[in-house]
C-alpha cells in the first residue's frame, strides 16, 4: 500500500510538472485528491493509523526508561573493562620490545626475536652502538644495484 500511495503521490507530481493544460488538470487532481480523502474508508483508516501509531507511542515511552537503564549499564560494565584491556595490550607490546626500546623481552625469555642479544640482525636495523645499520642485513653495500657508500665524516 505504501509503494502505492508513493506511486500515485510521484504520478500527481510528475503530471502536474510536466503537464502542458495548465490549471484545469492542477485544480482536477485537487478536487479527486479531496474527494478521496473525504471518503468514509479513507477517513476509518486514517483514523484506525492514528489509533495504532498514538499506542505505539505509549508503548515505547513507557519502555523507554527501562531500555535506557539497561544501557547505560551495560556502557558502565564495558567502561569498567578497558584498564583490564590496556594492561593486557601494555603487557603484550612490552613482551615484544627488546629492553633498548623499554620492552621486557631479552636474551633467553623465549622471544622469537634474534636480536635480542643486542647484535645487528635482519629484525633489527640499529647496531648495538645506536648507528643505523643500511641496508638492514648488512651483508650488501648496494642499493637497488647502486653502491652505497655512507657519508663518513
Same mark, same amino acid.
Given at each position: 500500500?505504501?509503494?502505492?500511495?508513493?506511486?500515485?503521490?510521484?504520478?500527481?507530481?510528475?503530471?502536474?510538472?510536466?503537464?502542458?493544460?495548465?490549471?484545469?488538470?492542477?485544480?482536477?487532481?485537487?478536487?479527486?485528491?479531496?474527494?478521496?480523502?473525504?471518503?468514509?474508508?479513507?477517513?476509518?483508516?486514517?483514523?484506525?493509523?492514528? !489509533? #495504532? @501509531?498514538? $499506542?505505539? +507511542? *505509549? /508503548? =515505547? &515511552? !513507557? #519502555? @523507554?526508561? $527501562?531500555? +535506557? *537503564? /539497561? =544501557? &547505560?549499564?551495560? @556502557?558502565?560494565?564495558?567502561?569498567?573493562?578497558?584498564?583490564?584491556?590496556?594492561?593486557?595490550?601494555?603487557?603484550?607490546?612490552?613482551?615484544?620490545?627488546?629492553?633498548?626500546?623499554?620492552?621486557?623481552?631479552?636474551?633467553?625469555?623465549?622471544?622469537?626475536?634474534?636480536?635480542?642479544?643486542?647484535?645487528?640482525?635482519?629484525?633489527?636495523?640499529?647496531?648495538?652502538?645506536?648507528?643505523?645499520?643500511?641496508?638492514?642485513?648488512?651483508?650488501?653495500?648496494?642499493?637497488?644495484?647502486?653502491?652505497?657508500?655512507?657519508?663518513?665524516?
Amino acid at each position: 500500500m505504501r509503494y502505492k500511495a508513493t506511486f500515485i503521490a510521484g504520478f500527481a507530481v510528475g503530471f502536474l510538472a510536466g503537464s502542458r493544460s495548465g490549471r484545469g488538470a492542477y485544480d482536477k487532481i485537487v478536487s479527486v485528491s479531496q474527494q478521496v480523502a473525504r471518503h468514509p474508508k479513507v477517513q476509518q483508516a486514517t483514523g484506525a493509523a492514528q !489509533a #495504532k @501509531a498514538t $499506542d505505539l +507511542a *505509549k /508503548t =515505547a &515511552a !513507557a #519502555k @523507554a526508561p $527501562d531500555v +535506557a *537503564k /539497561t =544501557a &547505560a549499564k551495560t @556502557a558502565q560494565e564495558q567502561v569498567s573493562q578497558v584498564p583490564k584491556y590496556v594492561s593486557t595490550a601494555k603487557q603484550a607490546a612490552q613482551s615484544k620490545l627488546p629492553p633498548k626500546l623499554g620492552g621486557t623481552s631479552g636474551p633467553g625469555d623465549g622471544s622469537d626475536d634474534p636480536a635480542a642479544d643486542g647484535t645487528a640482525s635482519a629484525q633489527d636495523d640499529v647496531a648495538p652502538d645506536g648507528t643505523l645499520v643500511y641496508p638492514v642485513d648488512g651483508s650488501s653495500p648496494s642499493v637497488n644495484g647502486i653502491r652505497y657508500a655512507p657519508d663518513t665524516p
